[in-house]
């Protein structure tokens, strides 16, 4: 008897320790499925945010500001007066930062924008240069002399405009940067006829005169940034034109700094210029159909478009999956020189246009 009782309680626990291992061994092989699953979900996951995330770097093409214009005017009954294509622009400009692939980048929280660093930086340049325009707009274009009143639509735009650029709720940059667009529209619709409270927009040589200043004065800094991308020694223009003694004692006997952009705003600066100069081709050229009277009586047109022409190079395909740094004669490209090449030429001829326009 106590025999068999031992035989039956170690057959019935070598069951339990089978029963056992069979049962780790299934939870192991659902762990490791499991497991599998998750990884391959990921890996998934990464490489579908990774393919949108290259489409939405992807900066958007122009726009034929004419077509753009008829669309904003005409098909919606309007007449084209004068400042007509200069707002549309401006308009058009502003709604494409925010239509395009994946919509406005620079405040996303979430993947794939996040991880974006490029394309917000693009979105920089075109919002600086439609915050300048705006402000041409309220304080010169929409006024007949300085002591003019502004225009009280342009004035709510452009605060909308001024937004910060990177608030993603309460409220959202896109939807301030909306709100802007609609009341430039609403200015444009009384300049058209679509509104009986009837704008102004006044084609005076002054007026342009006084918005080139300001795009003038950012295609120096930005040319300036991207000849940096190699390091350069430069005499200290920051200084006073006076100094004590003791001030002159703690600066450095030649006056010279050395200005060099950091390796990881290569392509920051790189991009910010690509968006600035793709904002002011659409504005420029704008402004070419708008001024044309202006530009005639100066002798300027010719001036006008070669800077269109010099910004237009900057659009060209970027044949490198990286901005490169090489040296300025060094083996491998340096594509924030390039860029700068064409900048600075804009500028010179932009230089030479406000001169045109300074003389009588």
Do not use: C
């Not at 699953?37 to 122009?62: C, F, H, K, N, R």
């Not at 925010?98 to 919509?103: A, D, H, I, M, R």
């Not at 080139?212 to 950012?218: I, K, P």
């Amino acid at each position: 008897m106590p025999v068999s009782r031992f035989k039956a309680f170690w057959l019935h626990w070598q069951r339990k320790l089978r029963d056992g291992v069979s049962d780790a061994r299934e939870d192991a092989s659902r762990s490791s499925l499991w497991l599998r699953g998750g990884i391959a979900l990921i890996a998934v996951y990464l490489l579908v945010m990774a393919l949108l995330g290259v489409y939405w770097s992807q900066t958007p093409d122009s726009f034929v500001v004419e077509e753009f214009v008829t669309r904003q005017v005409e098909d919606r009954g309007g007449e084209r007066e004068r400042g007509a294509v200069m707002t549309s622009a401006l308009i058009g400009v502003a709604q494409t930062l925010l239509e395009k692939p994946g919509g406005y980048l620079t405040n996303d929280i979430t993947p794939p924008g996040l991880w974006l660093d490029n394309m917000p930086s693009w979105e920089y340049g075109v919002v600086i240069q439609v915050r300048d325009a705006s402000k041409a707009m309220r304080e010169a274009f929409s006024r007949s002399q300085s002591q003019s009143r502004e225009d009280q639509d342009l004035a709510l735009a452009e605060s909308r405009f001024n937004f910060n650029t990177d608030s993603w709720i309460m409220p959202a940059t896109e939807g301030q940067y909306r709100e802007g667009i609609e009341y430039t529209r609403r200015y444009l619709d009384r300049l058209t006829g679509l509104n009986d409270n009837r704008a102004e927009f006044y084609t005076r040589a002054d007026n342009l005169r006084y918005w080139l200043s300001t795009v003038e004065t950012r295609l120096g800094s930005l040319s300036q940034r991207l000849s940096a991308s190699v390091g350069q020694r430069r005499l200290n223009t920051d200084l006073p034109p006076r100094l004590s003694e003791s001030q002159a004692s703690n600066t450095t006997d030649s006056g010279e700094v050395v200005v060099k952009t950091p390796w990881h705003q290569l392509d920051n600066v790189y991009y910010e210029a690509r968006g600035s100069a793709w904002a002011l081709i659409h504005l420029l050229k704008a402004a070419e159909i708008e001024f044309a009277d202006v530009l005639e009586d100066k002798n300027a047109r010719v001036s006008l478009g070669q800077i269109i022409r010099e910004l237009e190079a900057t659009q060209r395909s970027l044949m490198s999956p990286m901005i490169l740094n090489g040296s300025g004669f060094g083996l491998l490209a340096n594509h924030s020189l390039v860029m700068a090449s064409y900048i600075s030429r804009a500028n010179a001829a932009l230089i030479d246009l406000r001169s045109l326009l300074d003389r009588g």
